[in-house]
Structure formats: C-alpha cells, structure tokens
C-alpha cells in the first residue's frame, strides 16, 4: 500500500532514505510485540523535501497490519510498568490545564498501566484503546478502567466526552496520523488537552545512528522530529502549547537491546551485565523521544 505524507508534501518530492530490509508478506505477530529487541526490519523509508516528514512506503495493507496488530503479543509488563511511571510523572505539568476532569482516554494503552497510574488524578471515567486482544483478556480484575480491544477509529467514542487525550509511542505506527487526531478533536471536549510522546527522528543520536537507529523499524510508519511534530498537530487543529523532550527510565539491558551493536555484541554485554548484577540497574536518559501538548480550541 503506498503512503502520503501527512503534512501534504507532495509524492514528487519523496527521496529514497533506506531501502526495505523485509518481505512485509513474511511478517509475523511476533514482528508487532511492544518494545520487542531491535531488529533491523524495516520498510522503504522516504524523506519529503517539502516538509522534512519521514515515512515508510510502501507499506502492508491495513487490513493486514490490524490482523498483525491484534495477534501480537504483549511486552514485557516491567517495561511496560517502567514507561506508564514516566507518563504519570507529567499529571502535575498537565492537571492544571485541564477544563474539567470528565474523563481520560489512553490511545494504545496496552493492558492499561498508565490508566492505573493515573488513576489517582480524579477523572471520572477512565478508558483505553488497544488492538492487541491479549492486552484486553488480561485486564485485571477490578481494574478501575475500561478497554476498547480495537484500534481508535470514527464513530468508536462520543463527541465531547474526554477532556484528556493521551497517546504513547503510538503516533509513529499511524498510517494516516491525521484522521486518528481527527477523531481525537472531535472526543475531546472544547479546550481539552492532548499529550501524546513520539520518537524524535530529528535527535542527534538519530541523525549520528541513521538507519542503525531503533526507529528505523518496520513499525514506525511515519516519524517526526519537534518541528514537524508541532505542523502535523496544527494542521490537525489543535493549539500546540509546548514540545518538548522526554527521558525515559528503564533497566540497563533493555537499553542495551536497543544498542546499533551487532546481536552476538549485544547478546555478550546483556549477559556481562546480568553476571554483575546490574542488568536491572535503572538508568534515565533521552534517548530520542519527544512529548507534544496541544488544546482543543472553544
């Protein structure tokens, strides 16, 4: 399936970044798991001259990648754990921007981590989004959240009815990322906020890594940097009020997961580091993410 870029640049000013380094005929779910070890699978990524978005194209078709989606398996509920502390570190930047606390929606919420966290911030209805079906069949019980076991699409949520948006490490895998936010402003209630995290294309490390980068992953469909993330949410409507960066916190050997080494290097330095008991050594660090908070104009 090919792609548009979503800020409007036009087809003739795509250039060739990377060619494809996968079938997307072979995928598997196992290829769309959360925080799964890097890989090096990616699609064709393009660079618009015009607008600077990167993006892969072509890509599997959706419907295709929504089976994948919702087969996949869930991550690491440590990690998943260790990122929902990160986003829940935020509530006291964003709590005082809200109109109302009527309710919060988590887009790609996993098995609800975040929602958990944010449990204590007084909403009144707590609801997340997520393909993955496992996510859902292990929601716990009495868990202080609803599930919808789908991905966000029109008609799913009613007009006006959240004053929060929340969405992480999800923008990237969006196709069309502007009907998604579409969907999102017409939920949101007038002046409700959006906060959503990204990976940072435009990062040094990015720039300096190139396609040895983590983000060049064949689940990134497109990816931003500060500037570009900023037009993509104006042009979907919203007020932008800041971008910023983000660290995040998470044990030493999912960092070296991560790593541009080769596996077999990789695989040694995971293995040193549990021997020395400091594989689970917490470390925080940006490394190339980035947050976004934006309003709902009256």
Do not use: K
Not at 220 to 236: G, I, N, P
């Amino acid at each position: 399936m090919r792609t548009l870029c979503p800020l409007g640049g036009s087809a003739g000013a795509d250039e060739e970044l990377y060619p494809a380094s996968c079938d997307p005929e072979a995928l598997t779910p196992e290829t769309f798991r959360a925080r799964r070890e890097a890989d090096r699978i990616h699609y064709r990524m393009v660079r618009n001259r015009e607008t600077g978005t990167v993006r892969a194209d072509p890509i599997l078709d959706e419907d295709a990648t929504a089976t994948l989606y919702a087969s996949s398996t869930r991550a690491d509920p440590d990690l998943a754990r260790d990122a929902a502390a990160t986003y829940a570190r935020y509530g006291p930047r964003l709590l005082p921007l809200l109109p109302d606390r009527r309710g919060l929606l988590d887009v790609g919420s996993g098995e609800g981590h975040f929602l958990a966290a944010a449990a204590a911030w007084g909403f009144e209805r707590l609801t997340g989004v997520e393909p993955a079906l496992e996510a859902s069949r292990r929601l716990p019980t009495g868990a202080p959240y609803t599930l919808i076991p789908q991905s966000l699409g029109t008609g799913m949520v009613e007009p006006e009815t959240f004053s929060l948006i929340t969405g992480f490490q999800v923008l990237d895998h969006l196709a069309r990322p502007l009907e998604a936010l579409e969907v999102c402003r017409q939920a949101l209630i007038p002046r409700g906020i959006m906060f959503w995290i990204c990976h940072d294309i435009g990062h040094p490390l990015a720039r300096l890594l190139g396609r040895r980068c983590p983000m060049i992953d064949v689940q990134h469909l497109v990816l931003y940097d500060r500037r570009t993330l900023r037009a993509l949410f104006e042009r979907a409507g919203f007020e932008v009020l800041e971008v910023f960066g983000v660290a995040n916190r998470y044990p030493l050997d999912y960092w070296l997961t991560l790593s541009p080494l080769p596996e077999r290097a990789r695989r040694v330095l995971c293995h040193a580091a549990r021997r020395c008991r400091l594989s689970g050594l917490r470390i925080t660090a940006n490394l190339g993410n980035i947050g976004i908070i934006a309003r709902r104009p009256e």
